[in-house]
């Protein structure tokens, strides 16, 4: 266990944009400090800074490491550090694929490692209390959920660094993930998926806009919509402050969550609901009241929750099995556009183990 009174010794790999940012993020934080950071490229960091992830840990004293470097090194990366005894935060995607992700759940097992996937947005605030809201009946029984994600990604963002723009990445890998992520956390899990992508917009081989159908294990139904060419003030990042790099549009949302008896906007929290003593009834006005939820930021506070777990006085919010869940999903999803059919997540997750665990050769599906 780490001693509880020093700060926790981290080391980064990957300096990119993420890469900086999380450094941001150790800097805030009186209880962690950045040590060293692995990146092949030249990079102008204020540590010492070293070529590869092996070289970092021989070479400096670290308690837990950070990954933030392309999604295809995740789980080698990830493994390699928990070999080395240490505290893993791994940014998501988890893996490049479910069957990949599979190998990452089990040395989690095998080496009985601490990691963290970084699903940060479940650290938010408006999260907790949306979760909370749900459970106590807040808008009665859930009957379906919708949500967008929609920005417009500079050029740059695809031909300065390559791998955006290269399978492994797409809109759904690197932003639907996210979203996805959070409508299993607030509505269970999904037992159909119906999916159509498209590449016509910037002509890359990989997506830039999709969407979603989606049917839970309780009955809801649901829909999602990304794209990382269209102009929008809808998503996450435009509806909060956890990227300042986004602008902040106060009034946005991404999620609205429909029930019996109300309905919730998330992440602002807006709860619409009729005269709670009389029957639903659409003729009937709405009123508008919102929940209550501290300010922070996800990341701020998936950084406190992730020392926690280096310390070992709290387990991972977001397991690699949990994490690897959600990619199956996305998987699920790109099969789903790629053969215009529904796939049952019961049968995809099946399929993925099987070939997992009986050909190391198995290519899984392309994100295109």
Known sequence: MTDTHAPVRIGLAGYGFMGRQHAEFIERQAQATLVA????????????????????IESQQLDAVIIVNPNVLHVDSAIECLEAGLTVLLEKPVATSYAESLRLVDAVDRLQGRLLVGHHRRHHPSITSSA???AAGAIGDLVGVSGVWSARKEDVYFTEIPWHAEP????????????????RHLCGEVVDVQAMTSTHARGLVVEDTASVNLRFASGVVGSFFASDAGVSPWGWDQATEDTLEFPFVRDSMAYQLVGTRGALSVPDLARYSYDPSVAPNWHSPLSRTYLEAPQTSSYDAQLKHFLAVVRGEAAPLVTAADAAGTLALIEAAAQSAATGRTISMEEFRAQRAGNQRSDSSFTPVTFN
């Not at 950071?37 to 970092?56: G, K, L, N, S």
């Open 37 to 56: 950071i692995a990146d092949p490229a030249p990079v102008d960091a204020p540590v010492p800074v070293y070529v590869t992830i092996e070289a970092m």
């Open 132 to 134: 909370a809201a749900l």
């Open 168 to 183: 492994g990445a797409g809109v759904m890998l690197i932003n639907m993930v996210h979203d996805l992520d959070l409508l």
